[in-house]
């Protein structure tokens, strides 16, 4: 009977120091050292805020670098470009006059803007368009027949404003998705001076010819 009984007291005195130890041994800190860790300075809301980290970048910050070749990293916005949905994108090659009042800030005729938006457009476009944007040759084509590849080389795409194909990068439009969360503000007008480089290689020259500001088709 007693030699029964030790083991259990015994086993039912160690589980409750095990579970009650933290506030013994708080209580021996506090006659050992005068303070508790339960006792703790802590700061109230918004009373020692701190600045982001230098060079960071806020989930909410546009996604607009201030000028060609510079990379957005936290620095001022160095543009405003107003807002627009594929609504306002309305007739082909038109669109409404927030797309008409778009400009190109991009000099076509600059090397290193056609540079950029080569590599861009081999990076996002070439599987719908194609190398030469005439889109047979696509590899969506080959895997998905039925999906239509627009051919941007083609006279109807020439007719379209540079405001035009910057809009329908940033919104898409149709089958085309949007790449306005993908592609930064001055690549997408890269892509469109690279696009007008393809479209001058199948002899399709946009009307007026090569211009940063083209005016919408049919005015």
Not at 46 to 68: A, C, K, L, V, W
Request: proline share 8%.
């Amino acid at each position: 009977m007693t030699s029964s009984w030790l083991p259990r007291a015994f086993l039912t005195v160690v589980g409750i120091v095990a579970l009650s130890a933290c506030k013994p041994l708080d209580d021996a800190m506090v006659l050992i050292f005068g303070r508790s860790m339960r006792d703790q300075r802590s700061f109230d809301p918004y009373e020692n805020t701190q600045p982001s980290p230098e060079n960071s970048i806020s989930f909410s910050s546009g996604n607009y670098p201030t000028d060609f070749g510079v990379v957005n990293i936290g620095q001022p916005e160095g543009v405003s470009v107003p807002r627009f949905t594929q609504a306002d994108l309305g007739l082909p090659g038109i669109g409404s006059s927030v797309v008409q009042g778009l400009s190109n800030p991009l000099d076509p005729t600059d090397p290193r803007s056609r540079e950029r938006g080569a590599e861009l457009y081999t990076r996002f476009c070439t599987v719908c368009h194609g190398e030469d944007g005439v889109g047979a040759n696509a590899s969506i084509a080959d895997k998905h027949p039925m999906l239509p590849a627009y051919n941007l080389s083609g006279a109807q795409v020439a007719a379209y404003s540079d405001q035009y194909l910057y809009a329908m990068i940033r919104v898409g439009r149709g089958l085309m998705p949007e790449y306005g969360s993908r592609i930064t503000h001055f690549d997408r007008w890269s892509i469109v001076n690279y696009v007008r480089e393809l479209q001058l290689q199948a002899g399709n020259a946009p009307e007026n010819g090569v211009s940063g500001d083209n005016p919408p088709a049919g005015e």
